[in-house]
Protein backbone atom coordinates (compact mmCIF):
# COMPACT_ATOMS: atom_id res chain seq x y z
CA UNK A 1 0.00 0.00 0.00
CA UNK A 2 1.49 3.70 -0.65
CA UNK A 3 2.09 5.68 2.19
CA UNK A 4 -0.45 8.28 1.03
CA UNK A 5 -3.27 7.95 -1.45
CA UNK A 6 -6.70 9.79 -2.81
CA UNK A 7 -9.26 7.15 -3.60
CA UNK A 8 -11.56 9.21 -4.22
CA UNK A 9 -13.78 9.27 -7.79
CA UNK A 10 -13.91 12.48 -8.07
CA UNK A 11 -10.92 14.73 -9.21
CA UNK A 12 -9.74 16.64 -6.12
CA UNK A 13 -9.13 19.71 -7.87
CA UNK A 14 -12.71 20.10 -9.21
CA UNK A 15 -14.69 22.67 -7.37
CA UNK A 16 -17.43 20.70 -5.93
CA UNK A 17 -14.61 18.59 -4.44
CA UNK A 18 -12.38 21.51 -3.36
CA UNK A 19 -14.94 22.60 -1.09
CA UNK A 20 -15.30 19.64 0.62
CA UNK A 21 -12.91 19.23 4.09
CA UNK A 22 -9.78 16.82 3.48
CA UNK A 23 -10.55 13.89 6.00
CA UNK A 24 -7.04 11.70 6.56
CA UNK A 25 -7.84 7.88 7.34
CA UNK A 26 -4.44 6.42 8.68
CA UNK A 27 -4.38 2.77 8.78
CA UNK A 28 -2.59 -0.24 7.21
CA UNK A 29 -5.54 -2.18 6.94
CA UNK A 30 -7.19 -1.57 3.02
CA UNK A 31 -10.30 -3.83 3.64
CA UNK A 32 -10.99 -0.94 6.23
CA UNK A 33 -10.23 1.81 3.56
CA UNK A 34 -12.12 0.12 1.24
CA UNK A 35 -15.25 0.06 3.43
CA UNK A 36 -15.35 3.46 4.26
CA UNK A 37 -14.42 5.21 1.32
CA UNK A 38 -17.75 4.99 -0.56
CA UNK A 39 -19.48 5.77 2.59
CA UNK A 40 -17.56 9.12 3.57
CA UNK A 41 -16.34 10.31 0.22
CA UNK A 42 -19.64 12.49 -0.34
CA UNK A 43 -18.92 14.32 2.40
CA UNK A 44 -15.42 14.37 2.77
CA UNK A 45 -12.18 14.83 0.51
CA UNK A 46 -10.49 11.32 1.76
CA UNK A 47 -6.75 10.93 1.84
CA UNK A 48 -5.05 7.45 3.10
CA UNK A 49 -1.83 7.19 4.72
CA UNK A 50 -0.14 4.12 5.94
CA UNK A 51 2.21 5.74 8.33
CA UNK A 52 2.57 7.51 11.56
CA UNK A 53 5.80 8.76 10.27
CA UNK A 54 5.47 12.96 9.67
CA UNK A 55 1.30 12.90 10.28
CA UNK A 56 1.46 15.97 12.34
CA UNK A 57 3.51 17.97 10.12
CA UNK A 58 1.39 16.77 6.87
CA UNK A 59 -1.71 17.71 8.20
CA UNK A 60 -1.21 20.77 8.89
CA UNK A 61 0.28 21.41 5.42
CA UNK A 62 -2.26 19.41 3.87
CA UNK A 63 -5.39 21.64 6.15
CA UNK A 64 -6.62 18.32 6.93
CA UNK A 65 -10.04 18.97 9.34
CA UNK A 66 -10.57 15.45 10.51
CA UNK A 67 -8.15 12.41 11.13
CA UNK A 68 -9.76 8.78 11.40
CA UNK A 69 -6.75 7.27 13.67
CA UNK A 70 -6.36 3.75 13.43
CA UNK A 71 -4.18 3.70 16.37
CA UNK A 72 -3.22 -0.12 16.63
CA UNK A 73 -1.57 0.45 13.02
CA UNK A 74 1.84 -0.30 13.29
CA UNK A 75 4.42 -0.92 15.24
CA UNK A 76 5.26 -3.23 18.35
CA UNK A 77 3.34 -1.16 20.61
CA UNK A 78 -0.15 -2.44 19.75
CA UNK A 79 -1.98 1.17 21.23
CA UNK A 80 1.63 2.89 19.70
CA UNK A 81 -0.61 5.34 17.99
CA UNK A 82 -1.95 7.38 21.45
CA UNK A 83 1.38 9.16 21.40
CA UNK A 84 0.45 10.42 17.63
CA UNK A 85 -3.24 11.12 18.77
CA UNK A 86 -1.60 13.17 21.55
CA UNK A 87 0.85 15.09 19.02
CA UNK A 88 -1.97 15.92 16.81
CA UNK A 89 -4.10 17.01 19.55
CA UNK A 90 -1.24 19.27 20.38
CA UNK A 91 -0.45 20.86 17.70
CA UNK A 92 -3.86 21.90 16.52
CA UNK A 93 -6.63 22.31 19.20
CA UNK A 94 -9.39 22.48 16.47
CA UNK A 95 -8.76 19.28 14.20
CA UNK A 96 -11.57 17.01 14.32
CA UNK A 97 -9.84 13.38 15.89
CA UNK A 98 -11.59 10.12 15.88
CA UNK A 99 -9.58 7.10 17.34
CA UNK A 100 -10.37 3.64 16.01
CA UNK A 101 -8.93 0.45 17.53
CA UNK A 102 -9.58 -3.16 17.92
CA UNK A 103 -8.82 -3.36 21.25
CA UNK A 104 -11.79 -5.02 23.68
CA UNK A 105 -10.66 -3.25 26.87
CA UNK A 106 -12.79 -0.18 27.69
CA UNK A 107 -9.47 0.94 28.79
CA UNK A 108 -8.24 1.63 25.36
CA UNK A 109 -11.15 4.48 24.97
CA UNK A 110 -10.63 5.98 28.06
CA UNK A 111 -6.78 6.08 26.82
CA UNK A 112 -7.53 7.48 23.21
CA UNK A 113 -9.90 10.22 24.44
CA UNK A 114 -7.34 11.28 27.45
CA UNK A 115 -4.96 11.70 24.60
CA UNK A 116 -7.42 14.02 22.74
CA UNK A 117 -9.83 12.00 21.00
CA UNK A 118 -13.12 13.71 19.85
CA UNK A 119 -14.77 10.11 19.88
CA UNK A 120 -13.45 6.65 19.86
CA UNK A 121 -14.51 3.70 18.10
CA UNK A 122 -14.17 -0.34 17.99
CA UNK A 123 -13.56 -1.86 14.71
CA UNK A 124 -15.50 -3.36 13.51
CA UNK A 125 -17.53 -0.45 13.79
CA UNK A 126 -21.13 1.04 12.62
CA UNK A 127 -20.14 3.54 9.36
CA UNK A 128 -23.36 5.75 9.07
CA UNK A 129 -22.42 6.16 13.42
CA UNK A 130 -18.94 6.75 12.63
CA UNK A 131 -20.41 9.63 9.60
CA UNK A 132 -22.71 11.04 11.76
CA UNK A 133 -20.03 11.46 14.45
CA UNK A 134 -17.29 13.18 12.09
CA UNK A 135 -19.76 15.52 10.88
CA UNK A 136 -21.03 16.47 13.95
CA UNK A 137 -17.62 17.02 15.99
CA UNK A 138 -16.33 18.68 12.67
CA UNK A 139 -19.33 21.10 12.79
CA UNK A 140 -18.75 21.61 16.66
CA UNK A 141 -14.96 22.69 16.37
CA UNK A 142 -15.28 24.43 13.23
CA UNK A 143 -18.15 26.55 15.40
CA UNK A 144 -15.86 26.69 18.81
CA UNK A 145 -13.10 27.83 16.32
CA UNK A 146 -14.80 30.93 14.81
CA UNK A 147 -15.63 31.56 18.16
CA UNK A 148 -12.28 31.65 19.32
CA UNK A 149 -11.73 33.72 16.34
CA UNK A 150 -14.46 36.09 17.28
CA UNK A 151 -12.85 36.08 20.73
CA UNK A 152 -9.23 37.02 19.77
CA UNK A 153 -10.40 39.92 17.10
CA UNK A 154 -12.40 41.16 20.05
CA UNK A 155 -9.87 41.07 22.36
CA UNK A 156 -6.84 42.91 20.50
CA UNK A 157 -9.71 45.31 19.00
CA UNK A 158 -10.15 45.95 22.71
CA UNK A 159 -6.74 46.24 23.95
CA UNK A 160 -4.67 49.49 24.03
CA UNK A 161 -1.27 49.74 25.48
CA UNK A 162 -1.84 47.98 28.33
CA UNK A 163 -5.17 48.82 28.77
CA UNK A 164 -8.23 46.43 28.60
CA UNK A 165 -11.33 47.78 27.79
CA UNK A 166 -13.63 48.67 24.53
CA UNK A 167 -16.45 50.62 26.39
CA UNK A 168 -17.12 53.79 25.05
CA UNK A 169 -15.60 55.67 28.38
CA UNK A 170 -12.59 54.13 27.76
CA UNK A 171 -12.39 54.80 24.23
CA UNK A 172 -12.64 58.39 24.84
CA UNK A 173 -9.38 58.11 27.21
CA UNK A 174 -7.65 56.14 24.03
CA UNK A 175 -8.59 59.29 22.34
CA UNK A 176 -6.95 61.58 24.27
CA UNK A 177 -3.77 59.95 25.00
CA UNK A 178 -2.91 59.17 21.46
CA UNK A 179 -4.08 63.46 20.80
CA UNK A 180 -1.48 64.38 23.46
CA UNK A 181 0.88 61.64 23.67
CA UNK A 182 3.27 63.59 20.46
CA UNK A 183 3.70 67.29 22.51
CA UNK A 184 5.60 68.01 25.09
CA UNK A 185 2.49 69.29 27.12
CA UNK A 186 1.73 68.67 30.93
CA UNK A 187 -0.51 66.34 31.47
CA UNK A 188 -2.49 65.74 34.71
CA UNK A 189 -4.29 62.19 34.28
CA UNK A 190 -6.92 61.63 37.24
CA UNK A 191 -8.99 59.27 38.09
CA UNK A 192 -9.78 56.62 41.49
CA UNK A 193 -7.68 54.49 42.89
CA UNK A 194 -6.67 51.21 40.93
CA UNK A 195 -8.25 52.91 37.13
CA UNK A 196 -4.76 52.64 35.57
CA UNK A 197 -3.12 55.82 36.01
CA UNK A 198 -0.28 54.42 35.60
CA UNK A 199 -1.07 52.54 32.47
CA UNK A 200 -1.92 55.96 30.96
CA UNK A 201 1.45 56.94 32.09
CA UNK A 202 3.06 54.62 30.65
CA UNK A 203 0.80 54.24 27.47
CA UNK A 204 1.58 58.61 27.01
CA UNK A 205 5.67 57.77 26.77
CA UNK A 206 5.14 54.64 25.07
CA UNK A 207 3.46 57.11 22.17
CA UNK A 208 5.89 59.99 22.55
CA UNK A 209 9.24 60.94 20.93
CA UNK A 210 10.52 60.09 24.37
CA UNK A 211 9.81 56.87 24.18
CA UNK A 212 13.74 55.87 24.39
CA UNK A 213 14.50 58.50 26.58
CA UNK A 214 14.74 57.87 30.34
CA UNK A 215 11.21 57.10 32.01
CA UNK A 216 11.52 58.02 36.18
CA UNK A 217 8.44 56.96 38.01
CA UNK A 218 8.18 58.76 41.61
CA UNK A 219 5.20 58.16 44.35
CA UNK A 220 4.65 60.99 46.41
CA UNK A 221 2.85 59.31 48.97
CA UNK A 222 5.60 56.47 49.20
CA UNK A 223 8.29 58.25 50.94
CA UNK A 224 7.92 60.45 54.42
CA UNK A 225 8.33 64.24 54.04
CA UNK A 226 11.55 64.58 55.01
CA UNK A 227 13.47 62.17 52.54
CA UNK A 228 10.70 62.98 49.39
CA UNK A 229 13.02 66.59 49.06
CA UNK A 230 16.46 65.08 48.16
CA UNK A 231 14.39 62.61 46.15
CA UNK A 232 13.03 64.94 44.02
CA UNK A 233 16.27 67.64 43.93
CA UNK A 234 19.28 65.51 44.40
CA UNK A 235 21.82 66.58 47.00
CA UNK A 236 25.21 67.01 47.91
CA UNK A 237 27.67 65.32 49.98
CA UNK A 238 26.78 66.98 53.56
CA UNK A 239 23.58 68.23 52.65
CA UNK A 240 22.27 66.70 55.62
CA UNK A 241 23.59 63.86 57.83
CA UNK A 242 24.00 60.86 56.14
CA UNK A 243 24.70 62.51 52.56
CA UNK A 244 27.65 60.78 51.98
CA UNK A 245 28.00 61.46 48.59
CA UNK A 246 26.21 63.41 45.87
CA UNK A 247 23.62 61.58 44.00
CA UNK A 248 21.50 63.19 41.68
CA UNK A 249 17.48 63.78 42.33
CA UNK A 250 14.87 62.37 40.08
CA UNK A 251 13.85 65.42 38.46
CA UNK A 252 17.97 65.29 37.17
CA UNK A 253 17.60 61.36 36.18
CA UNK A 254 14.97 62.24 34.24
CA UNK A 255 16.54 64.73 32.06
CA UNK A 256 16.13 64.47 28.02
CA UNK A 257 12.49 61.80 29.26
CA UNK A 258 9.39 61.70 31.11
CA UNK A 259 9.16 62.23 34.98
CA UNK A 260 6.10 61.00 35.92
CA UNK A 261 4.61 62.04 39.71
CA UNK A 262 2.07 60.06 41.22
CA UNK A 263 0.03 61.03 44.11
CA UNK A 264 0.92 64.78 43.60
CA UNK A 265 -1.24 65.90 45.99
CA UNK A 266 0.31 64.71 48.82
CA UNK A 267 3.36 66.82 48.59
CA UNK A 268 3.53 69.97 50.99
CA UNK A 269 2.94 73.48 50.01
CA UNK A 270 7.05 74.21 50.00
CA UNK A 271 8.17 71.27 48.09
CA UNK A 272 5.22 72.15 45.41
CA UNK A 273 7.08 75.96 45.44
CA UNK A 274 10.31 74.14 44.52
CA UNK A 275 8.62 71.76 41.81
CA UNK A 276 6.57 75.10 40.45
CA UNK A 277 10.39 76.75 40.40
CA UNK A 278 12.11 74.00 38.33
CA UNK A 279 9.04 73.72 36.18
CA UNK A 280 9.26 77.66 35.12
CA UNK A 281 13.25 77.97 35.20
CA UNK A 282 14.06 74.36 33.59
CA UNK A 283 16.65 74.69 36.36
CA UNK A 284 17.22 72.01 38.90
CA UNK A 285 19.19 72.56 42.50
CA UNK A 286 20.68 69.84 44.34
CA UNK A 287 20.08 70.23 48.02
CA UNK A 288 23.55 71.78 49.66
CA UNK A 289 24.21 72.81 46.06
CA UNK A 290 25.32 76.13 44.73
CA UNK A 291 24.79 75.37 40.83
CA UNK A 292 21.65 75.17 38.68
CA UNK A 293 21.41 72.28 36.31
CA UNK A 294 19.43 72.49 33.16
CA UNK A 295 16.79 70.10 32.70
CA UNK A 296 14.52 69.01 29.66
CA UNK A 297 11.80 66.59 30.86
CA UNK A 298 8.25 66.18 30.37
CA UNK A 299 6.35 66.06 33.66
CA UNK A 300 3.19 63.99 33.88
CA UNK A 301 1.20 63.95 37.20
CA UNK A 302 -1.25 61.49 38.69
CA UNK A 303 -3.92 62.06 41.65
CA UNK A 304 -6.88 60.72 43.10
CA UNK A 305 -7.50 63.50 44.96
CA UNK A 306 -9.75 66.73 44.15
CA UNK A 307 -7.09 69.67 43.46
CA UNK A 308 -9.58 72.39 43.15
CA UNK A 309 -11.04 71.46 46.55
CA UNK A 310 -7.49 71.83 47.68
CA UNK A 311 -6.65 75.11 46.09
CA UNK A 312 -9.45 76.43 47.51
CA UNK A 313 -8.61 75.52 50.98
CA UNK A 314 -4.65 76.36 49.98
CA UNK A 315 -3.34 73.01 50.80
CA UNK A 316 -2.05 72.86 46.93
CA UNK A 317 -0.92 76.00 45.01
CA UNK A 318 -2.70 77.50 42.06
CA UNK A 319 -0.56 78.42 39.77
CA UNK A 320 0.88 75.17 40.10
CA UNK A 321 -2.07 73.49 39.48
CA UNK A 322 -2.69 75.57 36.33
CA UNK A 323 1.01 74.50 35.38
CA UNK A 324 0.15 70.44 35.94
CA UNK A 325 -3.61 70.90 34.53
CA UNK A 326 -2.54 71.45 31.06
CA UNK A 327 -3.99 68.57 29.56
CA UNK A 328 -6.29 66.27 31.74
CA UNK A 329 -7.33 62.95 31.20
CA UNK A 330 -10.17 61.66 33.51
CA UNK A 331 -10.13 57.73 33.78
CA UNK A 332 -13.31 56.37 34.80
CA UNK A 333 -14.26 53.92 37.37
CA UNK A 334 -14.79 50.60 36.93
CA UNK A 335 -18.55 50.61 37.61
CA UNK A 336 -19.15 53.50 34.70
CA UNK A 337 -17.09 50.94 32.19
CA UNK A 338 -20.03 49.11 30.31
CA UNK A 339 -19.30 45.77 29.26
CA UNK A 340 -15.78 45.34 30.20
CA UNK A 341 -15.74 43.54 32.95
CA UNK A 342 -16.33 40.58 30.67
CA UNK A 343 -13.32 41.60 28.92
CA UNK A 344 -10.67 42.13 31.92
CA UNK A 345 -11.67 38.63 33.81
CA UNK A 346 -10.59 37.09 30.43
CA UNK A 347 -7.70 39.23 29.85
CA UNK A 348 -6.61 38.46 33.99
CA UNK A 349 -7.62 34.87 33.74
CA UNK A 350 -5.43 33.85 30.71
CA UNK A 351 -2.11 35.94 32.45
CA UNK A 352 -3.16 34.62 36.02
CA UNK A 353 -3.45 31.40 34.87
CA UNK A 354 -0.32 31.15 32.45
CA UNK A 355 1.78 32.23 35.63
CA UNK A 356 0.91 29.61 38.18
CA UNK A 357 0.89 26.96 35.51
CA UNK A 358 -2.62 25.87 35.18
CA UNK A 359 -4.77 25.16 31.94
CA UNK A 360 -6.94 29.15 31.55
CA UNK A 361 -9.72 28.65 33.50
CA UNK A 362 -13.35 30.36 32.85
CA UNK A 363 -15.96 32.22 34.42
CA UNK A 364 -19.96 30.87 34.67
CA UNK A 365 -22.28 32.93 32.71
CA UNK A 366 -24.08 33.73 36.28
CA UNK A 367 -21.13 34.27 37.99
CA UNK A 368 -19.85 36.87 35.33
CA UNK A 369 -23.15 38.45 35.96
CA UNK A 370 -22.51 38.91 39.56
CA UNK A 371 -19.14 40.42 38.88
CA UNK A 372 -20.37 42.80 36.41
CA UNK A 373 -22.77 43.95 39.31
CA UNK A 374 -20.79 44.16 41.95
CA UNK A 375 -19.58 48.40 42.45
CA UNK A 376 -15.91 47.59 42.35
CA UNK A 377 -14.52 50.38 44.54
CA UNK A 378 -11.31 49.27 44.12
CA UNK A 379 -11.61 49.40 40.76
CA UNK A 380 -9.62 47.36 38.05
CA UNK A 381 -6.91 46.72 40.86
CA UNK A 382 -9.39 44.95 43.32
CA UNK A 383 -11.28 42.63 40.15
CA UNK A 384 -7.58 41.30 38.92
CA UNK A 385 -6.18 40.42 42.73
CA UNK A 386 -9.83 38.61 43.04
CA UNK A 387 -9.34 37.10 40.08
CA UNK A 388 -5.66 35.90 40.98
CA UNK A 389 -7.71 34.56 44.37
CA UNK A 390 -9.77 32.54 42.29
CA UNK A 391 -7.41 30.83 39.70
CA UNK A 392 -5.49 29.49 42.90
CA UNK A 393 -7.82 28.58 45.19
CA UNK A 394 -11.31 27.59 42.71
CA UNK A 395 -10.46 23.39 41.66
CA UNK A 396 -11.44 22.97 38.76
CA UNK A 397 -11.85 24.62 35.08
CA UNK A 398 -14.82 27.16 35.64
CA UNK A 399 -15.47 29.91 38.17
CA UNK A 400 -19.13 29.51 39.59
CA UNK A 401 -21.23 31.68 41.72
CA UNK A 402 -20.29 29.64 44.79
CA UNK A 403 -16.71 30.91 44.61
CA UNK A 404 -17.35 34.02 44.66
CA UNK A 405 -16.76 36.13 48.31
CA UNK A 406 -19.66 36.74 49.99
CA UNK A 407 -19.75 40.65 49.58
CA UNK A 408 -19.50 40.64 46.08
CA UNK A 409 -22.49 38.46 45.88
CA UNK A 410 -24.36 40.77 48.85
CA UNK A 411 -24.48 43.59 45.61
CA UNK A 412 -25.93 41.19 43.29
CA UNK A 413 -28.74 42.46 41.05
CA UNK A 414 -28.41 39.42 39.24
CA UNK A 415 -27.91 36.96 41.81
CA UNK A 416 -31.28 38.55 43.77
CA UNK A 417 -32.83 38.05 39.97
CA UNK A 418 -32.60 34.80 39.78
CA UNK A 419 -33.72 33.44 43.27
CA UNK A 420 -36.86 35.35 42.98
CA UNK A 421 -37.33 34.18 39.36
CA UNK A 422 -35.36 31.28 38.08
CA UNK A 423 -34.03 31.09 34.39
CA UNK A 424 -36.51 27.94 34.07
CA UNK A 425 -39.49 30.02 34.95
CA UNK A 426 -41.77 29.78 38.14
CA UNK A 427 -45.53 29.29 38.74
CA UNK A 428 -46.94 32.59 39.94
CA UNK A 429 -49.57 31.32 42.08
CA UNK A 430 -47.13 29.12 44.17
CA UNK A 431 -44.25 32.18 44.44
CA UNK A 432 -47.36 34.12 45.82
CA UNK A 433 -48.23 31.51 48.24
CA UNK A 434 -45.05 30.89 49.96
CA UNK A 435 -44.42 35.01 50.04
CA UNK A 436 -47.63 35.15 51.75
CA UNK A 437 -46.51 32.22 53.87
CA UNK A 438 -42.84 33.51 54.62
CA UNK A 439 -44.51 37.09 56.00
CA UNK A 440 -46.97 35.85 58.10
CA UNK A 441 -44.73 33.51 59.72
CA UNK A 442 -42.57 36.34 60.00
CA UNK A 443 -44.85 38.74 61.34
CA UNK A 444 -46.23 35.98 63.89
CA UNK A 445 -42.65 35.04 65.40
CA UNK A 446 -41.73 38.59 65.69
CA UNK A 447 -44.72 39.80 67.37
CA UNK A 448 -45.08 36.21 69.83
CA UNK A 449 -47.57 34.43 68.37
CA UNK A 450 -50.40 37.44 68.24
CA UNK A 451 -52.29 37.48 65.29
CA UNK A 452 -54.03 41.08 66.27
CA UNK A 453 -49.96 42.34 66.54
CA UNK A 454 -49.35 40.41 63.55
CA UNK A 455 -52.04 41.98 61.68
CA UNK A 456 -51.09 45.77 63.09
CA UNK A 457 -47.43 44.61 61.59
CA UNK A 458 -48.65 44.01 58.14
CA UNK A 459 -51.58 46.71 58.08
CA UNK A 460 -54.37 44.05 57.15
CA UNK A 461 -57.29 43.50 59.00
CA UNK A 462 -57.68 40.92 62.14
CA UNK A 463 -60.37 39.03 60.28
CA UNK A 464 -57.99 38.86 56.99
CA UNK A 465 -55.45 37.67 59.17
CA UNK A 466 -57.36 34.72 60.49
CA UNK A 467 -58.23 33.80 56.97
CA UNK A 468 -55.26 33.68 56.10
CA UNK A 469 -53.83 31.65 58.92
CA UNK A 470 -56.59 29.27 58.76
CA UNK A 471 -55.58 28.94 55.30
CA UNK A 472 -51.40 28.12 55.83
CA UNK A 473 -52.52 26.16 59.03
CA UNK A 474 -50.30 28.76 60.77
Keep these: ?229 SELFGSERGAFTGATESRPGQIELADGGTLFLDEIATLTVPLQTKLLRVLEDHQVQRLGGRTLRKIDFRLICATNEPLEEMVRAGRFREDLYYRIHVIPIDLPPLRERSGDIPLLCEFFLQVHCLANGLPVKRIADDALSVLEDHAWPGNVRELENLIQRLVVTVRGDEIGVSHLPARVLSESIALQEAILLPAEGADFDTEIQRLEVALLTTALSRCGGSKASAARLLQIDGQRMKYLCRKYAL
Design 1 to 229: MHPSRNPSNADPSSPAEAELPVLCIVTVDEEFVDVLTPELSPWFQVAVRGSYEGLARWTRSARVAAVLMDIDTEGEDPFGGLAVLKELRMLNEDLTLISVSRGRARSVEKHALVAGADAHFRSPMDVPELRMTLLETLRRRSEEAERERMRQRTMESSRFQDFVGASDSMRLVYDAIQQVAESNINVLIRGESGTGKELAARALVALSTRAAKPYIRLNCAALPENLIE
